[in-house]
C-alpha cells in the first residue's frame, strides 16, 4: 500500500491560514459598517466615540453609529463590544415619531440578525479547512431615544458583542525573544 508523502505546511500558508481565521478588530469594524453600508435603508454610517458625531453636517439619514465599548480576551475568542445607534430625523411636530421608532427598530434586528444567522459571516474554505466566523450570543435589550443630540433624532441603541476566534499562541507575538525577562 503506497503512503502519502508527508507534507509539512509552510510559514506563509500558516499565516495565510490564520488571518482568514482570526480576526482583528479592524475586520469587525469593518464587517459591522459593511453590513450597514449595505443595508438599502442605512443612508449614513460612522465609527467612533458618539460624541464626536457631527450631526448638524450630516443630512444623510437614516444614520447608524459603530460605538467601540471593550474587548473582552477569553481562552480561545475575542468578545468585541460595541454599542450600535441607528436613528432618523423625525419631523418638527413629531408627527412621525412612532414610524421613525418602527423602521429604525427593524433596521437594527436587520443588522443583528446578520451576526446571529447571517451566511455571508460563516463560510468554509476548503483549501484551509477552516470555518470563517463572526458570531454573537444571547438576547438583544434595544433601548429607544427620541429628540436626542442636538438636531432631534430618535432610534434606538444596542450592544452588540462580536465573538471572535482567537488562540492566545505567544509563537506569533510580535516580540524579540532573545532576552530572557524572568528576574
Not at 450570543?137 to 438636531?151: K, L, Q, T
Amino acid at each position: 500500500m503506497p503512503q502519502r508523502p508527508i507534507t509539512s505546511t509552510s510559514t506563509t500558508e500558516l499565516v495565510a491560514r490564520d488571518s482568514m481565521r482570526y480576526k482583528t478588530y479592524n475586520n469587525v469594524v469593518e464587517t459591522i459598517t459593511c453590513i450597514a453600508n449595505n443595508h438599502l435603508m442605512i443612508n449614513g454610517v460612522s465609527t467612533g466615540d458618539i460624541w464626536e458625531i457631527d450631526l448638524e453636517k450630516n443630512t444623510f439619514y437614516p444614520y447608524f453609529h459603530v460605538n467601540p465599548v471593550s474587548v473582552v480576551a477569553g481562552e480561545n475568542t475575542l468578545t468585541m463590544n460595541y454599542q450600535l445607534f441607528i436613528m432618523d430625523l423625525v419631523e418638527p411636530h413629531q408627527s412621525n415619531e412612532q414610524q421613525v421608532l418602527s423602521d429604525t427598530l427593524q433596521i437594527m434586528i436587520d443588522v443583528i440578525t446578520q451576526f446571529r444567522n447571517g451566511e455571508k459571516l460563516r463560510s468554509y474554505n476548503q483549501t484551509h479547512g477552516t470555518d470563517i466566523r463572526y458570531w454573537t450570543e444571547g438576547d438583544f435589550s434595544m433601548e429607544p431615544f427620541v429628540e436626542r443630540f442636538s438636531n432631534s433624532v430618535t432610534g434606538w441603541v444596542t450592544d452588540l458583542p462580536v465573538i471572535v476566534e482567537h488562540n492566545m499562541n505567544t509563537c506569533n507575538t510580535a516580540f524579540d525573544n532573545t532576552d530572557d525577562c524572568t528576574q
